[in-house]
């Protein structure tokens, strides 16, 4: 079964220092996402992406943020310059559809430990 | 805007026994899907269930299903037969529109041997 893959699963970095967060989506779906999890606390929508360009994007997802398809497989998210806070766990999403009939499946997620 | 409520952080339920999480939600979108979704102790997101608004019938799949009370925008999920590897967190998660998904808080369930 298809599935939606991200890597790395565990990444510490140094405050201020820059993270690229790795993502293959689904084969053939068109539409991706990424959110974020602080540690205990609710699943909070980032950024969509379609068509190689953001469909739209939280308020979390300021400057230090930015998101590529850089070939026909992966999905990136990077942060310039990470900060205490950005410490979550990070999950890429893919649907093959958009609106409520394009199911998103997730990916294992990767756990991001700034110091 | 929409919102997710679940207003039960933590639920026990014995092995075997059936227990029902509580979901509560709020959208001006008549079009919309609702979703329960578990995460293990792995933290991965699994998909349990869904609900389309328009469709009157109450979802299942196998173990799980949902009380879907679509005029009082609640949608609880009910687990039957209780088993160990259903302990986990349980977010519920409303689609409406061309937003993105929107996650309550979650629910934490502890099943007891």
């Known amino acids: 079964e298809p599935e939606v893959t991200q890597t790395p699963s565990h990444q510490v970095t140094q405050m201020g220092q820059e993270v690229i967060l790795r993502c293959v989506p689904i084969s053939n779906h068109l539409y991706f996402y990424w959110y974020r999890q602080i540690l205990g606390q609710k699943v909070e929508f980032l950024v969509s992406?379609?068509?190689?360009?953001?469909?739209?994007k939280s308020e979390i997802f300021d400057d230090q943020f930015s998101v590529e398809r850089p070939d026909g497989s992966n999905f990136t998210l990077k942060i310039r310059s990470t900060k205490l806070e950005d410490s979550a766990m990070y999950f890429c999403?893919?649907?093959?559809?958009?609106?409520?009939?394009?199911?998103?499946?997730f990916g294992p997620g990767t756990r991001l430990t700034v110091l | 805007a929409q919102t997710v409520t679940q207003s039960q952080p933590e639920m026990s339920v014995q092995e075997a026994e059936t227990v029902t999480l509580s979901c509560t939600y709020d959208?001006?979108?008549?079009?919309?899907?609702l979703f329960w979704y578990k995460q293990p102790p792995s933290r991965q997101m699994i998909l349990v269930i869904r609900q389309e608004a328009y469709k009157q019938q109450n979802a299942t799949e196998n173990r799980f299903s949902v009380n879907f009370q679509k005029a009082a925008k609640s949608f609880s999920l009910k687990i039957s037969d209780s088993q160990l590897g259903d302990a986990a967190m349980y977010f519920c998660?409303?689609?409406?529109?061309?937003?993105?998904?929107?996650f309550g808080k979650g629910t934490r369930l502890s099943v007891i041997a």
């Open positions: 998660a409303l689609y409406s529109g061309n937003t993105p998904l929107v």
């Open positions: 959208t001006s979108e008549s079009d919309y899907y």
């Open positions: 999403a893919s649907s093959d559809g958009q609106g409520a009939r394009g199911e998103q499946f």
């Open positions: 992406f379609y068509n190689n360009e953001i469909s739209e």
